[in-house]
């Protein structure tokens, strides 16, 4: 019996105004500025490079996102997913990076112990979510699937697909704009789940951190 092989592909979306001004976005509704729709531009040609199209696309409801989904897609009909959205940073949001308080900053260190400050979505919710997309996403077919979401997004998603003695590492990796992960799944099962350097767009003066 021959082995059913999936590929699926996590993104981030490209750069806003609002990354380049180091400011938290969370729900706020931002569009890519012209560096992110040339960041998304560049990922549709590396997976073009790589003989790679999509059977499924994926993405947050978040403009950022789709726009992000359906340039590297190469205008593929994209699947809004609210379980993928960013987290809710709650009155967080808009706020300089250099305004960001203790509590926050010690939540984004160390969200799995730190408590959520008031009206921020707590860790546990979060990974809650994306897992039950990712149960979801596990039971269907589609050889090729592209998701765009994130930076905590994705860092869940992530959290969910690793070994229990490895998810608190996912919390502290560097989520660029345009980064790729490769996740293969094979008879339903996941074989492997990695950052994908070929994939990747390497956005030179990268300004977002974890946000």
């Known amino acids: 019996m021959t082995d059913s092989v999936r590929h699926i592909y996590i993104v981030r979306h490209g750069e806003t105004d609002m990354n380049k001004?180091?400011?938290?976005?969370?729900?706020?509704?931002?569009?890519?500025?012209?560096?992110?729709?040339?960041?998304a531009r560049a990922s549709y040609e590396l997976f073009k490079a790589a003989g790679i199209s999509f059977d499924k696309v994926y993405?947050?409801?978040?403009?950022r996102a789709v726009q992000?989904?359906?340039?590297?897609?190469?205008?593929?009909q994209v699947c809004p997913e609210p379980l993928i959205i960013e987290m809710d940073f709650g009155s967080y949001e808009g706020v300089h990076y250099s305004g960001?308080?203790?509590?926050?900053?010690?939540?984004f260190h160390d969200?799995?112990?730190?408590?959520?400050?008031?009206?921020?979505?707590?860790?546990?919710?979060?990974?809650?979510?994306?897992g039950r997309f990712i149960d979801r996403l596990l039971t269907?077919?589609?050889?090729?699937?592209?998701?765009?979401?994130?930076?905590?997004?994705?860092?869940?998603?992530?959290?969910?697909?690793?070994?229990?003695?490895?998810?608190?590492?996912?919390?502290?990796?560097?989520?660029?704009?345009?980064?790729?992960?490769?996740?293969?799944?094979i008879n339903g099962e996941v074989a492997s789940v990695g950052?994908?350097?070929?994939?990747?767009?390497k956005v030179k003066g990268d300004t977002s951190g974890a946000f």
């Open 195 to 201: 950052y994908d350097d070929g994939l990747s767009v």
């Open 111 to 130: 969200p799995e112990h730190a408590p959520a400050p008031d009206g921020v979505e707590p860790t546990a919710h979060m990974t809650e979510r994306t």
């Open 59 to 63: 993405s947050s409801p978040l403009k």
């Open 21 to 39: 001004a180091e400011r938290l976005q969370g729900h706020i509704d931002c569009e890519l500025n012209d560096k992110g729709i040339a960041d």
């Open 140 to 185: 269907e077919e589609d050889k090729n699937v592209l998701i765009v979401t994130h930076g905590i997004a994705l860092r869940s998603l992530l959290w969910n697909l690793s070994p229990e003695e490895d998810r608190s590492k996912v919390w502290g990796a560097k989520i660029t704009n345009c980064i790729v992960y490769h996740l293969t799944v």
């Open 68 to 76: 992000t989904a359906e340039i590297i897609s190469g205008g593929r």
């Open 100 to 107: 960001i308080d203790e509590p926050m900053w010690a939540f």
